[in-house]
């Protein structure tokens, strides 16, 4: 079974900065994709930014040149360094990995993080 655990996330004053991290852990063969997501009450679940097994970046126009995805292989974990921070980005932000079991490809949650922009 694969397990997501997020850490980061909190309260900032607008202007600041904040770095998420997730990693994955379990049995599996390779991780095609990771990325990150957030949720604001009301509203659907919305890319924020992800990065393919070949390095390739997407992110959310709103982040562009704030935020930045980058990932670690070794240690099956995805980072999300979030400068600029604005009240906007106030949400519960929440990772995810499209992980190959071997068999078939699978996509995989984290449990979310609360981060809160206010001053």
């Known amino acids: 079974q694969v397990q997501l655990v997020e850490s980061g996330g909190g309260l900032v004053q607008p202007g600041g900065s904040l770095r998420l991290s997730c990693a994955a852990s379990?049995?599996?063969?390779?991780?095609?994709?990771m990325g990150w997501y957030r949720q604001t009450p009301g509203k659907q679940r919305e890319p924020v930014a992800t990065?393919?097994?070949?390095?390739?970046?997407n992110y959310a126009e709103s982040v562009k040149g704030r935020f930045t995805i980058s990932g670690d292989n070794a240690k099956n974990t995805v980072y999300l360094q979030m400068n600029s921070l604005k009240p906007e980005d106030t949400a519960v932000y929440y990772c995810?990995?499209?992980?190959?079991?071997?068999?078939?490809?699978?996509?995989?949650w984290g449990q979310g993080t609360q981060v809160t922009v206010s001053s």
């Open positions: 379990g049995k599996f063969f390779g991780i095609n994709a």
């Open positions: 995810n990995f499209v992980i190959y079991s071997g068999t078939s490809h699978a996509r995989y």
């Open positions: 990065i393919a097994s070949d390095s390739t970046t």
